[in-house]
């Protein structure tokens, strides 16, 4: 297999020697890599072009799926690999994609259990992928995928007309992709060998936003998605191996309302409270068992982020279906 390597880059000058080196390094006869600059205002096309990539402006809308689709519809190749700007990829991974490309449509790497920085929302972030990628799914086939690292044939990716540009930002583009994907019979493998390690860093206040803006852009996806597919993917992995987390989503509000009405005065509110809480402390126990094991004191931190996301997908949902009646569909 040849593949064309695309690179979406905007404003990513700090990171791209770090994210260009590596993938130049395994290359074989035969393959390409194509950075597609969307409106960066910093010198990464200079630093691009001092480490010999080739560059294209992207023709698409502004934003991931424009970017990504602009280099994509470009591959002459027979795969296409979307590799992030901040992404990383390890020692081998050249050869580890040959191998896992075999009988299949499409190939998915995962996150690192490292993390870049000190900071526990940083860990938290990289480490809740690698853990839905590595341990909460169960097959050797994925139901979404992640472009940091996303191999597919060039013919499917054209078939499928690419990502939906009308998907702003970065967000579920990727989700959308892959269920099209599924849906025409496709399928996409996991490759655990391939750990990508991820170079940005988050603040708190980053995080969260983040985690909103996609648990809107999941909910609004689900409502107006064609029905004719079956079950949606919310995430990477499949609906049963999500249940610890949607049900955490559910019984963290319990938590807080029976702590609610025990602060009124109703004494019978901390026994609801006491359900709410061990209930998803239960179903989050395997999560923050490896986070800590794998991340140290920092993983215990990054643990205590685990309740507010939990509590951030009710609202998050109930803002896009009040969007949604009012006509907004992306």
């Known amino acids: 297999m040849n593949v064309t390597v ?122 809740y992928y690698f853990y839905t990628f590595t341990r909460r799914i169960r097959g050797p086939f994925i139901k979404g995928c992640g472009t940091f690292f996303f191999a597919v044939e060039t013919g499917i990716f054209r078939e499928l007309r690419g990502f939906d540009e009308n998907i702003a930002g970065a967000t579920i583009e990727d989700a959308d992709f892959a269920e099209r994907l599924w849906a025409g019979g496709g399928k996409i493998v996991i490759a655990p060998e391939i750990e990508v390690f991820h170079l940005r860093e988050y603040t708190t206040c980053e995080l969260f936003r983040y985690e909103w803006n996609m648990m809107k852009a999941k909910a609004l996806y689900i409502l107006r998605r064609d029905r004719s597919r079956g079950a949606p993917s919310i995430s ?50 395997l999560f923050k068992f490896h986070a800590v094991h794998d991340g140290g004191f920092r993983g215990a931190r990054a643990c205590l982020f685990i309740l507010p996301d939990l509590l951030l ?18």
């Open 236 to 285: 990477v992995a499949g609906f049963r191996e999500m249940i610890p987390v949607l049900s955490g989503a559910l019984f963290s509000w319990v938590f807080i309302i029976g702590l609610l009405l025990w602060a009124a005065g109703l004494s019978w509110g901390i026994f609801i409270a006491a359900t709410g809480f061990f209930i998803t402390a239960a179903g989050q126990s």
């Open 6 to 127: 695309v690179v979406p880059v905007h404003n990513n000058s700090s990171t791209l020697k770090r994210v260009i080196e590596p993938l130049k390094r395994e290359l074989l006869s035969g393959d390409r890599i194509l950075a597609v600059d969307d409106r960066s205002v910093d010198n990464s096309r200079s630093i691009l072009g001092e480490l010999e990539i080739e560059v294209v402006p992207s023709s698409g809308k502004t934003g991931a799926a424009g970017t990504r689709n602009t280099g994509g519809f470009l591959a002459e190749t027979e795969w296409i690999l979307f590799v992030d700007a901040d992404a990383v990829v390890p020692e081998g991974w050249r050869k580890q994609l040959t191998v896992r490309s075999s009988g299949v449509q499409a190939v998915q790497a995962v996150y690192s259990r490292n993390a870049t920085g000190k900071s526990a929302a940083t860990f938290y972030k990289n480490y």
């Open 313 to 330: 997908i009710a609202p998050a949902m109930a803002a896009a279906a009040l969007a949604y009646l009012a006509g907004r569909r992306y």
